[in-house]
C-alpha cells in the first residue's frame, strides 16, 4: 500500500529516496534493489521486451499493422529521450507551446487532439529543419471540477488531479505527440506554485495588489460562492436554488494601471487580427468627459462618465445602478418599496444576465430628479439593472435620441426625447430616431451649429470652467478580481495582523519590511476592527494547503480554509517572517505577534499566467527562471489554443508578462510572438426530419424557424439522407421523398448531447495516425468542422495504400524501391513540386491541402515501375510530421537510423520543379478524343501536326471542316468542326 504525506497530496513530486522509502514493494527490498531506482528498471525492463516484440510484429507484417507499430515507436521515442532538448546556441530556437490543459475526468477529446496534433506538424516539421524545437506539456490542475468532486465523494481534489492526469497524459502520448516530458509540470505542485505565490508577493510589494469589497454571487442553500457561469436565470446551475449578489472582500490585482501598456503592445505580436481587435475593445479605452450632477433639492451630488457630452442637452434623465450608494439615500418614501423589490431582484442576476442586450430593459423610478449641469433642467433619476457599480462610475446620463438602448427604455417609459445632433448643420435632415451617427449640434442653445467634435471640447471646457466637469481617459478594463472562496487553489502567501504588528514590522527593517507595498493593505472586518496585509518572505514559500476532511464552503460565503483554524490561526515573527502555529503558547521575544492566514485561494488563472517561463526552467528550485535560459528561450514562438481565451488567460499573462518584465525577470516585452486559434470539432451531424400535425412530411424551406417549429419531428440517421449541392452550399433531402429538405446540423459537443467523440476509440480501430490524417484532412484549420466517424476511413485507406507502396506480400521493402536509381523526370518534377507545397503549407498550417498533395504523390508513384530510393526517402519525411509512427516504421525499413523525426528535411530543387513534358488534351467538339506528351512551350503547328496524326483523332476529323481552332499552350487543343 502507498502512503502520501499532506505535502505529496499538495502535489509535491516525490523525491528519489522518497519513492525508496515508500514507494517500493517490500518483494524488491529483499531483492536487494533499494539502491537503485527499481520503478525505472521495472518500467525500463517491460518497454524494452515490448520494444523487441513490436519491431518483430511491427516490421514483418504485410499488413499496415497499426496496433504492432505505434506501441513500438512510442517506447523507443520514450526509452531514447528523443524529443528531450536542452540549450544549443549553435541552433535556432524554435518554442512551440500548446495552451495549457485542464485535465478532466472525461478526458481528452477530439478537440485536444485537433490542437496536440496541428503543433505536433509543425514541431516535427521544425525539428526536421535543423531547430532545437522545445515542446512541453504540463497541467492547469487546480480549479473548481476537482473541488466539487470532493464535495460530492470526500476523495482529496489531489487524488482525483493526479488521476486525471495520468490518464492525459497516457492518451497524448498515445497520439504520438514529440513530447519532452523531462519538462512536465504541475500548478498543484508546490515546487511549481512556490513560484505563483512569489510573483504575487512582487505584485504586492509593488502597490499592484490590494482588498476591496466586491459583490459575488453567494447562494444560501448551497453555501457557496458560484461564478457567473454556474448562475442561470438568476438560479444555481446545480440544483436551481436562489442566487443573491453579497458584498464580499476579495483580493484585486491592479491590471488597470497597464491597460495603456496592454494596448500599446499589440502592436509587437503577431496575431489574429479578430483576437487583437478583442482585446482592444476589453480594455476600451474612450476619451470623454466625467460631468457633475446635482441631485435636486439637496446638497449630493454624482459623477457620470460619457464620451458624448456634445449630447448633454438631450440629456433626459439619468440613470443609477440597483447598488449605487445613492440611491437608498435619494429614493422617496412613496417610491421605497418599489426600488427595494427591484434592488433585491437584481441582486439575484449575474453580471452577464444583467448586461445581456436583447434582454427586455427594465428600471424604477426613484421620485427624485437630477440637474442637468448644461442647462439647469430637472431629469428624473432612475434605477436600472444594466447598468453596474464596477463599470464607470455606476452612473449613466441617458440620451434617447441618440442612444438605441437609451431610446428603447426611454419608449417603454415614457419619457422624453429630444434630438440634439443632426446631420445637417441647418437641422433640416430628420434622420429617424435613435439617431447615432456623426454632425451637427442642434437644441443645444449657443451651441447650436457647432460639428460634433468642436461642440464636445468647448462644452467640456466650458463646465470645467464652472467646476462640473473634466475631461478624461476612462477604461472599459477594469481591476481583476484574484481570489476565490475555494479550497483547491494556490494560498494567498499573506497573513494579516493588527495595526500594532503592522508597524512594527514596517519599522523593523527587516525581510517582512521589504516586501511591503508603499501604502498599506487593510480591511475593516464587521466588528469595525481593521486588519493590516504582511507577506511572507520567500524564504517561507511555498505555503501548501493543510489537509483537510471536509471541503464544504464554511456557510457564510468564507473559504473552506477558514475552518482549518489550526492552518489559519500563527505566531508570526514581523522582523524574519518565521511563522508557527497560534494554537501553541506565544514564542519569547518582542518581534513575535498574533495573526491569521488569508484563507481565499488564488483563481485558476494564476498558475496558468506565467507557466511558459517555468517550462524553460522547470526545476529551477533557486529562481523562477535562469536569467541565461530565459535569454535562449524567451517566449513561445508559436502558441495555438482557443479564441475562447483572448480576454481572460491571454490578457491576464500580458499583463503579468509586462510586469515581469519591468521587474528584470524576463528580457522580452510581450509573451506570446505568435498565436493561433484552431476551429472548433462539432459533433457529427444530426438530421431531423419535420412533420407537421398529420404525421406528413414538410420540407426544411417551408418552415420560417425551425427552432420554434409547432408541428413534431423525427430524428434520421445518416442512410436516409441524400446529400447534393444547390446555390447555398450543401443540401440534405429526405432519401425516397423528391423536395423534403431536412436539416442537418452540427452541435458543440457536449455530454448532454450525448456526442462527445472519444480518440481513444479511433486509435482502438483505426490508429493514431489516421486519427492525426483525419483530422487534419478535415478542413482548414481554424475553421469549425463536424466530426465524421466515417470520414476516418479515408486516410486510413491512404495510409494503407502508401504501406502497400513499401510493403510487399511477405513483409519486406518492396523491390520496386531500388537503391541507387534516377527517378523518372515526370516524378522527380512531381516530387520537388510536393515538396515545395508540403513545405509552404506546413509553414502556412494549411494541413489539409499538405496532405492532398501528398495524395497526389502516392498515387503517382503507385503506377510508377520503380520508385528511386530516394524519393521513398523524401516521401517518408515529409509523412512523418503527420503519420510519426508509420514513418518511423518505413524510415527503419528503409535501412536508415532512427529517428526520422532529425532526418534533413528535403529541399525543392527549382530547376527541378518544371515538368520535363506537358500532356495536351485533344478535343473535338469539347469532348477528349486524345492526348499526347510535348516539351515545355510546344507551338502550336506542333500540337497540331500530332493530333491530326493520332489514329483516335481520325474518325472525329474524317469529312470535317475546320471552322475553329482553340489552343492554350500546356494544356488543350479543341478543333471546333462540323
Same mark, same amino acid.
Given at each position: 500500500m502507498v502512503i502520501k504525506t499532506t505535502e505529496q497530496y499538495c502535489g509535491l513530486h516525490p523525491t528519489k529516496d522518497q519513492y525508496q522509502t515508500l514507494f517500493i514493494h517490500p518483494l524488491l527490498r529483499d531483492y536487494g534493489l533499494t539502491h537503485a531506482a527499481p520503478w525505472r528498471l521495472m518500467r525500463d525492463s517491460f518497454q524494452f521486451h515490448n520494444f523487441q516484440f513490436a519491431k518483430t510484429m511491427a516490421s514483418r507484417n504485410p499488413d499496415y499493422n497499426f496496433s504492432a507499430i505505434e506501441p513500438k515507436w512510442q517506447s523507443y521515442w520514450e526509452q531514447n529521450r528523443v524529443f528531450e532538448v536542452t540549450e544549443d546556441p549553435s541552433k535556432p530556437k524554435f518554442y512551440l507551446l500548446d495552451m495549457f490543459p485542464y485535465p478532466s475526468g472525461a478526458g481528452l477529446h477530439a478537440g485536444h487532439t485537433e490542437n496536440y496534433t496541428a503543433s505536433d506538424i509543425l514541431d516535427r516539421a521544425r525539428r526536421a529543419q535543423g531547430f532545437n524545437v522545445l515542446h512541453p506539456m504540463g497541467w492547469d490542475a487546480f480549479g473548481l471540477p476537482a473541488e466539487q468532486y470532493a464535495i460530492k465523494t470526500g476523495t482529496h481534489p489531489a487524488q482525483t488531479t493526479h488521476k486525471n492526469i495520468d490518464q492525459f497524459r497516457a492518451q497524448i502520448k498515445r497520439l504520438g505527440v514529440a513530447i519532452d516530458w523531462s519538462r512536465e509540470i504541475n500548478t498543484t505542485d508546490p515546487h511549481y506554485f512556490k513560484w505563483t505565490q512569489w510573483i504575487f508577493l512582487q505584485l504586492f510589494k509593488h502597490g499592484l495588489a490590494y482588498v476591496d469589497e466586491?459583490?459575488?454571487?453567494?447562494?444560501?442553500?448551497? +453555501?457557496?460562492? &458560484?461564478?457567473?457561469?454556474?448562475?442561470?436565470? %438568476?438560479?444555481?446551475?446545480? +440544483?436551481?436554488?436562489?442566487?443573491?449578489?453579497? @458584498? =464580499?472582500?476579495?483580493?484585486? &490585482?491592479?491590471?488597470?494601471?497597464? *491597460?495603456?501598456?496592454?494596448?500599446?503592445?499589440?502592436?509587437?505580436? $503577431?496575431?489574429?487580427?479578430?483576437?487583437?481587435? /478583442? /482585446?482592444?475593445?476589453?480594455?476600451?479605452?474612450?476619451?470623454?468627459?466625467?460631468?457633475?450632477?446635482?441631485? @435636486?433639492?439637496? $446638497? =449630493?451630488?454624482?459623477?457620470?462618465?460619457?464620451?458624448?457630452?456634445?449630447?448633454? !442637452? %438631450?440629456?433626459?434623465?439619468?440613470?443609477?445602478?440597483?447598488?449605487?450608494?445613492?440611491?437608498?439615500?435619494?429614493?422617496?418614501?412613496?417610491?421605497?418599496?418599489?426600488?427595494?423589490?427591484?434592488? /433585491?431582484?437584481?441582486?439575484?442576476?449575474?453580471?452577464?444576465?444583467?448586461?445581456?442586450? *436583447?434582454?427586455?430593459?427594465?428600471?424604477? !423610478?426613484?421620485?427624485?430628479?437630477?440637474?442637468?449641469?448644461?442647462?439647469?433642467?430637472?431629469?428624473?433619476?432612475?434605477?436600472?439593472?444594466?447598468?453596474?457599480?464596477?463599470? %464607470?462610475?455606476?452612473?449613466?446620463?441617458?440620451?434617447?435620441?441618440?442612444?438605441?438602448?437609451?431610446?428603447?427604455?426611454?419608449?417603454? !417609459?415614457?419619457?422624453?426625447?429630444?434630438?440634439?445632433i443632426s446631420a445637417s448643420a441647418d437641422g433640416s435632415d430628420e434622420a429617424a430616431l435613435p439617431y447615432t451617427g456623426d454632425g451637427f449640434m442642434v437644441n443645444s442653445g449657443s451651441y447650436n451649429g457647432l460639428p460634433v467634435a468642436e461642440g464636445k471640447k468647448k462644452i467640456v471646457a466650458d463646465l470645467a470652467n464652472h467646476g462640473k466637469g473634466r475631461e478624461t481617459v476612462n477604461f472599459r478594463l477594469r481591476d481583476w478580481l484574484f481570489s476565490r472562496q475555494r479550497y483547491w487553489g494556490e494560498p494567498f502567501p499573506i497573513i494579516w495582523v493588527d495595526e500594532t504588528a503592522y508597524r512594527a514590522a514596517k519599522n523593523a527593517k527587516g525581510a517582512i519590511a521589504d516586501g511591503l507595498p508603499p501604502d498599506p493593505v487593510t480591511y475593516c472586518d464587521e466588528n469595525g476592527k481593521h486588519w493590516f496585509a504582511i507577506p511572507l518572505t520567500p524564504a517561507q514559500l511555498p505555503l501548501c494547503l493543510p489537509d483537510v476532511k471536509d471541503y464544504k464552503p464554511s456557510g457564510d460565503a468564507q473559504s473552506p480554509l477558514a475552518n482549518a483554524t489550526e492552518w489559519v490561526s500563527v505566531w508570526i515573527n514581523i522582523r524574519t517572517g518565521e511563522t508557527t502555529p497560534g494554537s501553541g503558547p506565544k514564542p519569547e521575544g518582542e518581534d513575535w505577534h498574533a495573526g491569521s492566514r488569508e484563507t481565499n485561494t488564488m483563481p485558476q488563472w494564476a498558475g496558468s499566467c506565467w507557466y511558459y517561463l517555468r517550462y524553460c526552467d522547470p526545476l529551477n528550485p533557486d529562481a523562477l527562471i535562469d536569467p541565461a535560459k530565459e535569454r535562449y528561450w524567451q517566449v513561445p514562438d508559436f502558441y495555438i489554443g482557443g479564441a475562447e481565451h483572448a480576454v481572460l488567460h491571454l490578457l491576464y499573462a500580458r499583463f503579468w508578462h509586462i510586469f515581469l518584465h519591468e521587474i528584470g525577470v524576463v528580457s522580452t516585452p510581450e509573451p506570446f510572438a505568435r498565436l493561433f486559434h484552431q476551429g472548433i470539432i462539432l459533433g457529427e451531424l444530426e438530421y431531423t426530419l419535420f412533420l407537421d400535425k398529420n404525421g406528413q412530411e414538410v420540407s426544411l424551406d417551408a418552415i420560417e424557424d425551425p427552432d420554434h417549429w409547432d408541428g413534431s419531428t423525427r430524428k434520421l440517421n445518416e442512410d436516409e439522407v441524400e446529400k447534393s449541392r444547390d446555390a447555398k452550399g450543401d443540401v440534405y433531402m429526405f432519401k425516397g421523398k423528391p423536395g423534403i429538405r431536412v436539416d442537418a446540423r452540427a452541435f458543440k459537443m457536449s455530454k448532454s448531447r450525448g456526442n462527445v467523440v472519444n480518440p481513444d476509440d479511433y486509435i482502438r480501430s483505426y490508429g493514431a495516425d489516421s486519427l492525426r490524417v483525419y483530422e487534419m484532412f478535415m478542413g482548414p484549420l481554424a475553421d469549425m468542422k463536424p466530426w465524421s466517424s466515417r470520414g476516418i476511413e479515408g486516410p486510413h485507406r491512404f495510409l494503407r495504400k502508401v504501406w502497400r507502396l513499401f510493403i510487399d506480400r511477405d513483409g519486406n521493402l518492396s523491390p520496386s524501391i531500388q537503391a541507387g536509381s534516377e527517378e523518372q523526370p515526370d516524378i522527380e518534377s512531381l516530387l520537388h513540386q510536393t515538396i515545395q507545397k508540403v513545405t509552404s503549407d506546413i509553414d502556412s498550417l494549411s494541413y489539409n491541402t499538405a496532405i492532398s498533395q501528398l495524395m497526389i504523390l502516392v498515387n503517382t508513384l503507385q503506377k510508377a515501375p520503380s520508385i528511386a530510393r530516394s524519393t521513398a526517402k523524401a516521401l517518408v519525411q515529409m509523412l512523418a510530421p503527420f503519420a510519426p509512427h508509420m514513418a518511423e516504421e518505413l524510415w527503419e525499413l528503409l535501412g536508415e537510423a532512427p529517428s526520422v523525426a532529425y532526418a534533413p528535411w528535403p529541399v525543392a530543387d527549382p530547376a527541378k520543379i518544371q515538368s520535363r513534358s506537358e500532356k495536351i488534351i485533344f478535343q473535338v467538339n469539347g469532348k477528349v478524343r486524345g492526348e499526347a506528351e510535348f516539351a515545355p512551350g510546344a507551338a502550336e503547328e506542333e500540337v497540331k501536326a500530332v493530333a491530326f496524326a493520332q489514329d483516335r483523332m481520325k474518325p472525329h476529323l474524317e469529312g470535317k471542316t475546320i471552322v475553329k481552332i482553340i489552343f492554350v499552350p500546356g494544356k488543350i487543343l479543341n478543333l471546333v468542326v462540323r
Open positions: 466586491r459583490p459575488v454571487n453567494w447562494c444560501p442553500q448551497l +453555501g457557496t460562492v &458560484l461564478a457567473n457561469e454556474e448562475v442561470i436565470d %438568476g438560479k444555481s446551475e446545480v +440544483g436551481g436554488f436562489p442566487v443573491e449578489r453579497r @458584498a =464580499l472582500r476579495q483580493w484585486v &490585482l491592479r491590471i488597470t494601471a497597464y *491597460a495603456d501598456k496592454l494596448l500599446a503592445g499589440l502592436s509587437k505580436v $503577431n496575431w489574429p487580427e479578430s483576437t487583437k481587435a /478583442q /482585446q482592444t475593445n476589453w480594455i476600451g479605452r474612450s476619451t470623454g468627459a466625467t460631468l457633475e450632477f446635482a441631485v @435636486a433639492d439637496s $446638497n =449630493l451630488t454624482f459623477e457620470v462618465f460619457t464620451t458624448r457630452p456634445d449630447t448633454l !442637452f %438631450g440629456a433626459t434623465y439619468v440613470v443609477l445602478a440597483p447598488e449605487h450608494p445613492l440611491v437608498a439615500t435619494i429614493t422617496t418614501a412613496e417610491k421605497k418599496a418599489d426600488v427595494d423589490a427591484y434592488v /433585491q431582484a437584481a441582486a439575484r442576476k449575474s453580471d452577464l444576465d444583467r448586461t445581456d442586450l *436583447a434582454k427586455d430593459k427594465t428600471g424604477v !423610478f426613484t421620485g427624485a430628479f437630477a440637474i442637468n449641469p448644461v442647462n439647469g433642467a430637472r431629469i428624473p433619476v432612475w434605477i436600472a439593472d444594466y447598468v453596474l457599480t464596477g463599470y %464607470g462610475t455606476g452612473a449613466i446620463m441617458a440620451v434617447p435620441a441618440h442612444d438605441t438602448r437609451d431610446y428603447e427604455f426611454a419608449r417603454k !417609459f415614457e419619457i422624453p426625447i429630444i434630438r440634439v
